[in-house]
């Protein structure tokens, strides 16, 4: 067996050493590269690569918990429980345990986010509906844990208060408009969302301000989602 060994891992390709695959004796790669009799069931490509059939792209976090013996994922990465199902077919124990203690390692917590919005209409009114308006989407919860979803798309600056980083704010809110965004920040976090609540639209018979369409302001409505962390 050569040390270096060319990998085939669902289309992607990888050069590895056979010391790495080998560092650890209680994984299914170990019982696949230790002898013939494990690399004779493998099939291989037209390059003469061993091929394995999983996934390509999360391979690469297998590799380096091998070289390193540690897990270290990019910022906001989204595929822990894919990650979690490789490291459990490749019976790399230790890797899942990094991965769950990672997980248990973040505190409980609870952030709300809402925001007030409307629907931007063509001159037809309601036949003509042009897209969902958001005005701005507020986050409220403990500093410290706001900072850790939201990273640098959260706005501090309406914030009057800088104390430490486990006080409370309602004052935040993100530099965008996107509430799917948002969503996806907090689930990647291991954030659940609790329960929701929504105000009807205005269909008020009061004056716009001046420079206020008429029909958005009729639509205008608030919503709040509670997501916790347990």
């Given at each position: 067996m050569p040390e270096i060994v060319e990998l085939n891992v669902g289309g992607v390709h990888y050069t590895?050493?056979?010391?790495?695959?080998?560092?650890?004796?209680?994984?299914?790669?170990?019982?696949?590269?230790?002898?013939?009799?494990?690399?004779?069931?493998?099939?291989?490509?037209?390059?003469?690569?061993y091929f394995l059939d999983r996934d390509g792209v999360l391979f690469r976090y297998i590799?380096?918990?091998?070289?390193?013996?540690?897990?270290?994922?990019p910022e906001g990465f989204r595929e822990r429980q894919r990650l979690q199902r490789e490291a459990e077919h490749f019976k790399l124990t230790a890797m899942l345990d990094c991965i769950k203690?990672?997980?248990?390692?973040?505190?409980?917590?609870?952030?709300?986010?809402?925001?007030?919005?409307?629907?931007q209409f063509g001159k037809d009114g309601l036949a003509d509906v042009?897209?969902?308006?958001?005005?701005?989407?507020?986050?409220c919860g403990r500093v410290a844990q706001c900072?850790?979803?939201f990273g640098d798309t959260?706005?501090?600056?309406?914030?009057?208060?800088?104390?430490?980083?486990?006080?409370?704010?309602?004052?935040f809110f993100l530099k965008h408009c996107f509430i799917e965004q948002a969503f996806d920040n907090l689930h990647d976090h291991g954030y659940r969302m609790a329960g929701s609540c929504g105000s009807g639209?205005?269909?008020?018979?009061?004056?716009?301000?001046?420079?206020?369409d008429t029909e958005e302001n009729r639509w205008n409505h608030y919503n709040e989602f509670v997501f916790i962390r347990d």
């Open positions: 590895t050493t056979l010391n790495t695959l080998l560092q650890d004796k209680t994984t299914l790669l170990h019982e696949l590269f230790a002898g013939p009799e494990g690399r004779d069931t493998l099939a291989k490509d037209s390059k003469g690569r590799l380096d918990y091998l070289r390193d013996k540690a897990l270290q994922l203690g990672d997980r248990d390692a973040r505190p409980p917590g609870c952030i709300t986010i809402g925001y007030r919005g409307s629907f042009k897209f969902r308006k958001l005005s701005r989407i507020l986050v900072r850790e979803v959260l706005n501090e600056s309406r914030d009057p208060d800088h104390g430490g980083p486990d006080r409370y704010t309602s004052r639209t205005a269909g008020s018979a009061a004056e716009p301000k001046p420079g206020v």
